[in-house]
């Protein structure tokens, strides 16, 4: 039986492929496949690709952007560059950022990779660029996101605005308030505490503003947020226990163990994690009825493995 020789090359390229993905190759490898291989090759080589390759192979990969390829290679290794936190393509990004393609998967990228490496460079352009009239919802969070990385005052003051127009999208608004909080924005602050305490705002900006808080005012905040863990919104009351768990206090425990005491099966869990994490001795009573008593299984079962490591300790 004749089998085309067509087949035959694609099952070897597959091949090569699975063994890229279960068990990596040397970096002669990655090389041939950017100055040898299809655009199809490029892609589905470097799709998955999560760690630096090193000065050698980013060097190669930047040049691509300097041929003709698939708007898809560009966009797979704009993502690499993001995941990876390839500083050396810092330029390229700035670059790609300041062409603004028209395809939105490629922009949401190029912005990931702003964020991820931190281009402080960009905070112009992506103030400037915003109020585009033809950027959807995703773009717009995307960019809000970046600032919240990237920002610098007048990003604060922007980002304000977003929170303050009420006729805004609510998933703008929340994306603001995130951002603000990672620029650990004292002037929100304010804002941020009210639009947490006002149960008539949507559950998405109260759940944003329990972290941004957590962020921006730390230790302090801890008295407010305690107040939410049992919040009639399932959620707010999650992301409350989540952000009393990033302050990382052991000022936290009292409230954690009020939190164990729950309706809500994840806040009770979220409780436990937090519980381990700042080594919270005086919650092994209540451990132990959660080990034992639990309605839910995950919870006992979690509850029995940190109360075991404390004990332990």
């Given at each position: ?88 393509a810092r ?141 009639p919104s ?57 080990a034992d ?21």
């Amino acid at each position: 039986m004749r089998v085309n020789s067509r087949y035959i090359l694609a099952f070897i390229i597959f091949c090569k492929l699975l063994a890229t993905s279960l068990y990596g190759v040397d970096n002669d490898y990655y090389k041939k496949v950017i100055q040898y291989g299809t655009d199809r090759e490029i892609i589905n080589t470097f799709r998955k690709v999560y760690k630096d390759l090193g000065d050698e192979i980013n060097k190669e990969l930047i040049g691509l952007f300097k041929e003709k390829h698939k708007m898809e290679v560009y966009n797979v290794i704009m993502d690499y560059f993001g995941t990876a936190k390839i500083e050396s393509a810092r330029e390229i990004i700035l670059d790609e950022l300041k062409k603004w393609p028209d395809n939105e998967d490629y922009q949401d990228s190029i912005l990931y990779a702003v964020t991820a490496i931190k281009i402080k460079e960009a905070n112009q352009f992506l103030l400037d660029l915003f109020d585009k009239k033809d950027l959807s919802i995703r773009i717009k969070r995307s960019i809000i996101k970046a600032l919240g990385e990237v920002g610098d005052h007048e990003s604060g003051d922007f980002l304000l605005k977003i929170v303050n127009d009420i006729y805004k999208e609510k998933e703008l608004r929340a994306e603001a308030i995130l951002a603000l909080g990672n620029l650990k924005s004292k002037k929100a602050e304010s804002l941020i505490e009210k639009t947490l305490k006002n149960k008539y705002e949507p559950d998405i900006l109260r759940m944003y503003s329990a972290i941004a808080l957590a962020k921006i005012a730390g230790k302090e905040a801890i008295d407010t947020l305690s107040d939410y863990i049992n919040d009639p919104s399932h959620e707010v009351a999650e992301y409350a226990i989540s952000a009393l768990i990033e302050i990382e206090s052991p000022e936290i425990g009292e409230y954690l163990i009020k939190a164990l005491r729950s309706d809500y099966d994840k806040v009770r869990y979220l409780a436990i994690k937090g519980i381990e994490k700042i080594k919270y001795a005086d919650a092994i009573d209540i451990l132990e009825f959660r080990a034992d008593y639990d309605t839910n299984d995950k919870i006992r079962a979690e509850a029995r493995r940190v109360l075991d490591l404390l004990k332990s300790d």
